[in-house]
């Protein structure tokens, strides 16, 4: 399908859509409809409707319908502002774009017009820094040559600046013409393909060049990118609002569920399917019960005929019944808890950058569980473990090494020197430096320069040259660059780049110097690219040793030279090259292989080192994260010696002796195979004794994930570390789908546009607020200002999260457990006949309001402090591995309900027993029973006590006598003076302490045992605590100390997968 | 930078108690020495308590066929019991009918009843929750409707203190609060009993609901299928030995279905009706706590923890 653009033409404006952009996901009509329809396609919820329908049906009800709907519209209200909120908020930040003032020209008019008024065929009129609001195609730019730049960060991620340039037929139109331009251009239909635009164009007189010009991806402004360094460019609006290509490629990203949430879910199902089986079993046993007892009683009149869906009756009303097993609040509690992590993340002041004035943000709010239980963090280099701001340090010219003593060569009064005696050597290498590159300088109105590159290094390099007064002050298109040294100009006409390539590791640049005609090659490239192919007698050694004392510290090195040109000889080579560029088959080789053919002979120059730092506390942070089980790769797009460098540097990778590097690579396909099944060999049986890590570069992964998949998977979960570089994008984001996919829970870390993907893939994203934009940020689940605060991101709140998610999950299971036992119970003693022993009320208050404050109380838990985690990383194992929430803690809240609703009813039934057997009476008994047990409960479970907490637990408690003693005094209630009633008889408060006694000494003395004799981790770094006070540990008690956590914890490291214990074994020790 | 708070940074003062031994072991003591004085007082309360239980189901029917005897109205049912008081009994001495074996929470049963028809005149029409005892045959509304009402406990009991006949009051034996606010003073029973199986007892039209104690106090369901429920009360002191002759009006039917039947005197005192069971259980309870205290301090000299 093909797409007609006739420009400048309102006759046509209406058969395309405006340029309104819309992200929102429902409109003021279909909200609604679409979000109730969104809602029910949770099972929970369909389950919850199914039941309160059933509850429609009078026959069958045990209580009121209200039990069942009240809470069901509460949830359905509270998730329903929750989107609408959301949704407002997108439509706001969709009004600010749509809102935009754009320059339009309509028949040699130019007007401003609102962005979302932009139509298809329009000419749009932009200027310098402008965000162009849709896809255009170029027809104008201020420049005489006909190109302009983009910044493309917010589409693809890549910072540099792109190129862009006005199809011929456009090439010698003065403004006036490009206002009355008319023509059309014939594009595909809208896709998101942002490499590809497959076009042409034609214009119509009084232009008259009638012929189609074929226009390619680089005759476009694409939408969400921005105009740098040009002072206007125009162009035709071809796809606008969500149809063009950035509109296009925006997914909405999928929600992302917790492991703890899909614990909870497995859990859920576990307990429906009891469920059901009790009620088919009660069902059965009730309709028996019926036909043998019930028939006789003549109290019961039970009619001699029955309607045909008599059986069904019973079980139909135990499945009312025991509906409440499935906590119907556990949804909204535990959104609710999750909401408060993630206020306590975002305000948290010891996450808060001053440098950058960035607090943390957690833009995802329902994750905050899986921070807690991270087992891979990737991580990428640039600009997350380093600071992204190349720096030019030092530099070693002819046997000098400057800057070794200041640690900055720019400041080495030496280089100083020689650059004002005009030494030779260091004059060619300055030059050398300011002109090998593809660096675009820019002067801005008030004359500064300043400098664009694709490759922070060549800025970095540019930019020291300049500080030793050589001065790359322009180049034109024609090729004529321009340097000023000392005051003094010099003119160099660039004739060929023979550019960089990670297989070359150098790039070359071969210029005419304009004033005497002599041709010049300059390189610069990896030691081991240059100084096999300098000239002959060259002394390598001395340039070998600077290279390496460089990279000891860190610093990433390149190596300069140059070479005298005779004109002949690069005549020849030059037309080599031109016919290398145009063939059509394996070009890149063949380039490959001529420009080899020219770099050969080069007289080395020096050697330059620049030092990219590593970010604040990063090595610390890492040290930390590994300690904690943490597995930490890096991704870089960066080559793989300075990714082992900086994997040495920041703690990632431990040096030889005690650590290992397993290398895989290889020439051949093959090579690369054999090399993954030796690094795996090596890993199986030496993995104890050394740190391992292996490297791979993005060749070695796309041959491995098409080949070896398996193998790779295997070394991937043994790996503790691993460095990957030249990593594309998406071989990020496929990594991270290898070890999600392994069952891992993984953590990716980034801070450009290039880890959007492997962010959005991850379990957890994290993005960066960096140097490189927002992008990485906006599209993460979490964005910090430094890589350092991953640490409190992760030991502190992930893991206070988790301990939290686990209590108020099981325990909301637990206490609709507790009162769906009391049900089960008391229909022994009803006749099997699926009477409610509570009455609707207190049920619906039971699970809505008496018991949902208490357990909220639980967010403001620390089970150990925030000091204690970061000194004992290694407790984060515990979390890690699920300990908290699984199949044993759960079948322990399971036992303690099921026990706690044999102590509330016998009790109850016992203690009012004969005259006191009242209906009513006994209900709110075993009511109060059930919410003295649960402020017990919470209580014990609680391990800080706050001001909050106590007032929760115990104000809740309080609450529900107000409210019953206030009920009571209704009187069209069934419960009508009940309470008081009750709080006037000794024997009922009598009975409460019973149950209290009954139901907590055993859970108090099993649970003191297991502290005391075979505590867990938790329980022991409690105690260290308690004894430590808040002093600070002796150096060799914390050793002692973490010996021996990490003995409570090594069956938990070596059992991560499987998690489940038995019952009520919770210690990880094995005495 | 965000506005510091203790609160927002998770950094309230909190109090971090531990399970250290001395708190649990001072804890189980603790409950121990207070759990068993009360468990001796409830059981000396209940002990004090002096209550006479007859079951008279059986003795009552002098013949095999006892459905039948039950079911027919002009057999003669009146039964004499009598039983002797082996201590002395302080009035008031409540007046108790048992009943064992009676689902009166069955949820046929339970929900069977229109609470707004006992209480509004103008609710007389509300029936439909009542089935099958709603309306009359010719569709009339029953007051009061329901299986509940319908099956109204019937038999009455004249008590004789050594042959000198005893007022039974039967005033003041429902809770005010349902005679005041859940049985209306102007609605009058009508069409009760008249349909073609009679159920319990009959209602005298000419009495309002609220004053229909009998009717308000069986109206207040049991919770188990075995309850007692006031007949009356005696305000007159028994001594011990004295002959208690009771003639009960052996009417209603808990034969077809397996029940029983028991007419019980009793006294009461602070903790209610003869209950053993909160002593006994707080003795159980209280002696279980102290042993644990001295089991865990055994424990604790013998085995010491790991971190000291």
Redesign the interface.
């Known amino acids: 399908m093909q797409r007609f653009v006739y420009i400048n033409d309102e006759s046509c404006r209406d058969s395309y859509r405006d340029n309104r952009v819309s992200n929102t996901k429902y409109t003021l009509w279909n909200f609604l409809p679409k979000n109730l329809l969104e809602q029910f396609r949770r099972f929970m919820n369909q389950y919850f409707l199914l039941i309160a329908c059933l509850q429609l049906w009078?026959t069958i009800t045990?209580v009121s319908p209200a039990t069942t709907w009240g809470p069901l519209a509460i949830i359905f209200i509270v998730s329903a502002s929750k989107e609408a909120w959301d949704d407002y908020n997108r439509y706001l930040s969709d009004k600010k774009v749509n809102e935009r003032r754009i320059w339009v020209v309509k028949d040699g008019i130019r007007r401003q017009i609102k962005a979302r008024g932009i139509h298809v065929g329009n000419i749009v009129w932009l200027h310098e820094n402008d965000e162009i609001p849709c896809d255009l195609v170029l027809i104008g730019t201020s420049d005489p040559q006909g190109i302009c730049y983009v910044e493309t960060a917010a589409l693809d991620g890549e910072t540099d600046l792109k190129t862009r340039i006005i199809p011929s037929i456009c090439a010698d139109l003065s403004s006036e013409q490009l206002g009355k331009i008319k023509g059309v251009v014939e594009c595909p239909n809208p896709d998101n393909d942002i490499r590809r635009f497959d076009a042409n164009m034609r214009l119509f007189p009084p232009i008259i060049d009638n012929e189609k010009c074929p226009l390619t991806i680089n005759n476009t402004l694409l939408q969400s990118c921005y105009l740098r360094y040009t002072e206007w460019a125009c162009g035709v609006a071809i796809y606008t609002g969500n149809e063009t290509k950035s509109g296009m490629s925006r997914g909405t990203a999928e929600p992302k569920l917790t492991a703890a949430d899909s614990m909870i879910d497995k859990l859920t199902v576990a307990i429906f399917i009891f469920q059901i089986a009790v009620v088919l079993l009660l069902g059965l046993a009730g309709n028996i019960w019926k036909d043998s007892?019930?028939c006789?009683?003549?109290?019961?009149?039970?009619?001699a005929e029955r309607p045909w869906y008599d059986f069904l009756v019973i079980p139909l009303?135990f499945e009312l019944l025991c509906s409440i097993m499935i906590p119907i609040s556990i949804k909204v509690t535990l959104d609710l808890a999750k909401g408060v992590y993630a206020?306590?993340i975002?305000?948290?002041?010891?996450m808060?950058d001053?440098e950058t004035?960035t607090?943390a943000h957690s833009a995802n709010t329902a994750i905050s569980e899986d921070l807690g239980q991270v087992e891979y963090i990737l991580s990428d280099k640039t600009g997350t473990l380093t600071e992204n701001r190349m720096i030019f340090r030092r530099c070693y010219i002819s046997g000098v090494l400057y800057g070794d003593k200041t640690g900055d060569a720019l400041k080495d009064a030496r280089l100083l020197n020689a650059v004002s005696s005009k030494d030779p050597d260091v004059v060619k290498f300055l030059m050398v430096m300011a002109l090998c590159n593809t660096v675009v300088p820019i002067k801005s109105n008030d004359g500064t320069i300043s400098y664009k590159a694709q490759s922070q290094d060549e800025e970095a390099l540019v930019n020291a040259a300049s500080n030793l007064n050589m001065l790359l002050t322009s180049k034109d298109s024609s090729g004529i660059a321009e340097i000023c040294f000392n005051g003094s100009k010099f003119y160099y006409e660039v004739l060929d780049v023979l550019e960089f390539t990670s297989d070359r590791k150098r790039m070359s640049i071969v210029v005419k110097e304009v004033k005497s005609g002599k041709f010049l090659l300059l390189t610069k490239g990896a030691d081991e690219a240059i100084f096999p192919r300098s000239c002959p007698g060259e002394q390598t050694k001395t340039y070998l040793e600077a290279v390496e004392m460089y990279s000891h510290l860190g610093l990433r090195t390149l190596c300069l030279g140059c070479r005298d040109l005779e004109e002949d000889e690069y005549k020849e080579w030059s037309k080599k090259f031109q016919d290398a560029s145009c063939s059509l088959d394996n070009r890149e080789h063949k380039i490959a292989e001529v420009c080899n053919s020219l770099e050969q002979g080069i007289h080395i120059l020096g050697i330059t080192a620049i030092e990219d730092r590593l970010q604040d506390g990063v090595p610390e942070t890492i040290k930390l994260l590994r300690k904690a089980g943490i597995n930490v790769w890096m991704l870089t797009g960066d080559k793989q010696t300075t990714a082992i460098q900086i994997g040495l540097l920041c703690n990632l990778i431990t040096p030889e002796s005690k650590g290992q590097l397993l290398s895989i690579n290889g020439k051949t396909e093959d090579d690369i195979l054999q090399s993954l099944e030796r690094a795996l060999t090596i890993m199986k049986t030496a993995l104890e004794r050394k740190d391992l890590a292996f490297v791979l570069d993005g060749w070695a992964l796309e041959i491995i994930l098409k080949r070896s998949l398996e193998s790779f998977t295997k070394l991937a979960m043994m790996s503790r570390t691993a460095i990957c570089c030249r990593m594309t994008p998406l071989q990020k984001a496929q990594l991270v789908g290898i070890l999600k996919s392994s069952g891992s829970l993984t953590l990716a870390i980034g801070d450009g546009g290039n880890d959007v993907r492997m962010i959005q893939e991850a379990n957890v994203g994290v993005g960066i607020s960096g140097r490189e934009g927002l992008q990485a940020a906006r599209a993460a689940d979490y964005s910090i200002g430094k890589f350092k605060f991953l640490r409190r991101l992760i030991l502190v709140h992930g893991r206070?999260s988790y301990n939290r998610t686990a209590f108020i999950s099981q325990y909301s299971f637990y206490k609709s457990l507790l009162i769906c036992f009391i049900q089960i119970l008391?229909s022994f003693?009803?006749?099997l006949?699926?009477?409610s022993?509570f009455n609707s009320i207190s049920l619906m208050a039971y699970n809505v309001f008496y018991t949902s404050l208490p357990v909220m109380t639980i967010i403001?838990d620390?089970d150990i402090s925030e000091a204690t985690v970061l000194r004992y990383p290694q407790i984060l194992l515990y979390s890690q591995a699920g300990r908290l929430l699984n199949r044993s803690t759960f079948a322990e809240w399971f036992g303690r309900s099921l026990y706690h609703a044999f102590v509330v009813f016998l009790?109850t039934?016992?203690?009012?027993?004969?005259?006191?057997?009242?209906?009513?009476?006994?209900?709110m008994v075993a009511l109060s029973g059930c919410i003295w047990l649960q402020a017990f409960v919470v209580t014990l479970d609680t391990?800080?006590?706050?001001?909050?907490q106590i007032t929760l637990i115990w104000g809740n408690f309080v609450a529900f006598y107000m409210i019953n003693l206030i009920l009571s005094a209704v009187?069209?209630l069934?419960m009508?003076?009940v309470m008081w009633?009750l709080c006037n008889?000794?024997?009922y408060w009598?009975?409460m302490?019973?149950i209290v006694?009954?139901g907590m000494?055993p859970v108090?003395?099993l649970?003191?045992l297991r502290?005391?004799?075979r505590?867990s981790a938790i329980d022991?770094l409690?105690?260290?605590?308690?004894?430590d006070g808040h002093a600070q540990a002796p150096g060799n008690l914390e050793s002692s100390?973490g010996t021996?956590l990490d003995y409570l914890l090594t069956d938990l490291r070596r059992n991560k997968s499987s998690i489940h214990q038995p019952l009520l074994s919770d210690s990880a020790s094995s005495r | 930078?965000?506005a510091?708070s203790k609160f927002?940074?998770?950094e309230?003062?909190?109090?971090?108690?531990?399970?250290?031994?001395e708190i649990?072991i001072a804890?189980?003591a603790l409950?121990g020495a207070l759990?068993v004085p009360?468990g001796l007082a409830?059981l000396h309360a209940s002990r004090q308590v002096v209550e006479l239980v007859h079951r008279y189901d059986a003795s009552c029917v002098p013949v095999d066929d006892k459905v039948g005897f039950i079911q027919n109205s002009r057999t003669d049912k009146t039964c004499t019991v009598t039983m002797t008081v082996p201590k002395y009994m302080k009035s008031p001495i409540?007046v108790?009918y048992?009943i064992d074996g009676?689902?009166?929470?069955?949820?046929?049963?339970?929900r069977s009843r229109s609470?707004k028809q006992l209480?509004y005149k103008s609710a007389a029409h509300l029936t439909s929750?009542c089935v099958?005892?709603g309306d009359t045959a010719d569709h009339a509304p029953i007051v009061p409707c329901g299986?509940v009402a319908?099956?109204l406990f019937n038999d009455t009991y004249t008590v004789r203190v050594n042959g000198v006949v005893t007022q039974v009051n039967k005033k003041d034996i429902a809770?005010k609060?349902d005679k005041n606010?859940?049985f209306g003073k102007n609605i009058y029973p009508s069409n009760f009993q008249k349909g073609r199986?009679i159920?319990g007892a009959t209602l005298n039209e000419s009495i309002p609901l609220s004053e229909q104690e009998d009717l308000i106090v069986w109206m207040?369901?049991?919770?188990?299928?075995?309850?007692?429920?006031?007949y009356g009360r005696i305000e007159k002191d028994i001594n011990a030995n004295d002959n208690v002759t009771v003639v009960i009006q052996n009417n209603y039917?808990t034969y077809?279905?397996?029940g029983s039947k028991a007419l019980v005197l009793s006294t009461a005192s602070?903790?209610?009706?003869k209950?053993n069971?909160?002593g006994i259980?707080?003795l159980t309870?209280g002696g279980?706590?102290l042993s644990?205290a001295m089991g865990?301090l055994v424990?604790?000299m013998v085995?010491r923890?790991?971190?000291s």
Not at chain 1, 909 to 923: H, W
Not at chain 2, 102 to 110: L, P, S
Not at chain 2, 220 to 230: C, G, H, I, V, Y
Not at chain 2, 270 to 273: K, L
């Open positions: 009078p045990p007892h019930g006789k009683l003549w109290y019961l009149m039970y009619p009303r206020k306590f975002d305000c948290d002041d010891q808060f001053p004035n607090p206070y008391f003693s009803s006749g006949s699926g009477t022993i403001f620390k009790i039934i016992n203690a009012y027993a004969d005259e006191k057997s009242d209906m009513e009476e006994l209900s391990n800080s006590f706050t001001c909050p009187p069209t069934q009508h003076t009633h008889q000794p024997s009598i009975t302490a019973l006694a009954a000494g108090l003395a649970r003191y502290n005391v004799y505590p022991v409690q105690q260290i605590e308690q004894t100390t021996y | 930078m965000p510091y927002t940074q998770q309230l003062p909190a109090c971090k108690p531990l399970l250290t031994p649990v804890a189980f409950i759990f009360i409830s409540h108790y048992l009676f689902y009166q929470n069955h949820r046929r049963y339970v609470d209480r929750d099958p005892e299986l319908w099956s809770w609060s606010n859940k199986l159920g207040r369901t049991a919770a188990l299928p075995t309850f007692r429920k006031l039917n077809s279905f397996g602070w903790i209610g009706g209950n069971f909160i259980a707080y309870i279980l706590c644990l865990f424990l604790y085995k923890r790991y971190v």
